[in-house]
C-alpha cells in the first residue's frame, strides 16, 4: 500500500480508502461488513470513510464496531455532515452550527472514538451563511474531535471562499470529496485547479462508476442480479446515466487488452487510473466480501504509461462527462 499527503497538510492516508457507503449497516452483515475491515487492515490500508447518513447511522456504529481494538493512531478515520438523520426537525440537516455541533457529537459516540481525523461538509448549504458553517468546523477542531477539515462535491468557488475563511479562523481545509472516474471527470475543468491553489486533495468516491468500469454490465444483457443497477437503494439512478447507453458498456469491454497489458483487471485498471492524477489524495473503495478488497487493494502503486493513458482516453470517447457544471447540479435544494 502507498500513502499520500493529505492536502498541503502532514497528514497521511492510504491511497486506497476503505468507504461503507452502500454497505456496512445496510447491505451487508455485520459479520460481512466486519470480515471486510479486517482484509482492509491486513491490505495496509489505514484510512476509513463514512458518514452519519450512511444507512441512517447505521454505517457509522458498524464501522466503530469494526474497528474497535485498533490502536487510534494507526488509522485514519473520516466522517461527514449534512443530510438529516433524525426525526425530520427543522434544524436535522445542512450546516448551520447547531446541527454540525450536534452532529459531531452523535458521529464520534457511534465511532466510539474521541475524535476524527477529518470532518466534512458532506454538502454546500446554501441556506446557511458561509461564515456560520466554517465557524462551527473551527469550534469542532478546537475542540479536539477533529483534525482537519474537508467538503464534499462543492464547487471551486465554493471551495476558494471555504478555504479563505478556514485560513481566517486559523483551521486547515485540505480535502475535497467528489465523484471521480474515467467515465466522470468533471472535477478536471475548474476543482482540480483550484485545489491544486489552495493546497486540498481530492479522496474520491466512485471510481469504477458505480461498477460500470468493472465491466460486469455488458450491453445487450440484463444487469446481474443483486448487483447495484438493481437495487433502487444502492445507486440504480446513478448508474443509470451510463447503463442506457450500450456505446458505453461497449466501450469499457474495450478496455481488457489496456488492463491485460498491465496485469490488472478492469476493476484495478479504474482504480489505478484515478491515482495516475496528483491531486487524488486516495481512490474510496467499498465492498461486499473481503476479496473484493484484497483484489482492489493491488491498483496501489501502479503506473499506468502515457501511452496506455492515451489508449484509455481514446477507447471511450464521447463516453466521458466533463462538463464543470455537473457538480453543482449535485446540489441538494436549498432548505
Known sequence: ???????????????????????????????????????????????????????????????????????????????????????????????????????????????QTDYVDLYQAHRYDESTPLEETMQAFADVVRAGKALYIGVSEWTAPQIRAGHALAQDLGVQLISNQPQYSALWRVIEGEVVPTSEELGLSQIVWSPVAQGVLTGKYKPGEAPPAGSRATDAKGGARMIGRFLERPDVLRRVQDLRPVADELGLSLAQLAIAWVL????????????????????NVKASGVTIPAELLARIDTVLGDSVVSDPAETAKNAPPAR
Open 1 to 111: 500500500m502507498e500513502y499520500r499527503y493529505l492536502g498541503r497538510s502532514g497528514l497521511k492516508i492510504s491511497e486506497i480508502t476503505y468507504g461503507n457507503w452502500l454497505t456496512h449497516g445496510s447491505q451487508v452483515e455485520n459479520d460481512a461488513a466486519m470480515a471486510c475491515v479486517r482484509a482492509a487492515l491486513d491490505a495496509g490500508i489505514t484510512s476509513f470513510d463514512t458518514a452519519d447518513v450512511y444507512a441512517n447511522t447505521r454505517a457509522e456504529s458498524v464501522l466503530g464496531d469494526a474497528l474497535k481494538g485498533q490502536r487510534r493512531a494507526s488509522t485514519e478515520i473520516f466522517t461527514k455532515v449534512y443530510w438529516p438523520t433524525g426525526p425530520g426537525g427543522a434544524n436535522d440537516s445542512g450546516l448551520s452550527r447547531k446541527h454540525i455541533l450536534e452532529s459531531i457529537d452523535g458521529s464520534l459516540q457511534r465511532l
Open 276 to 295: 495516475q492524477n496528483r491531486n487524488v489524495a486516495a481512490a474510496i473503495i467499498g465492498a461486499s466480501r473481503p476479496e473484493q478488497v484484497t483484489e
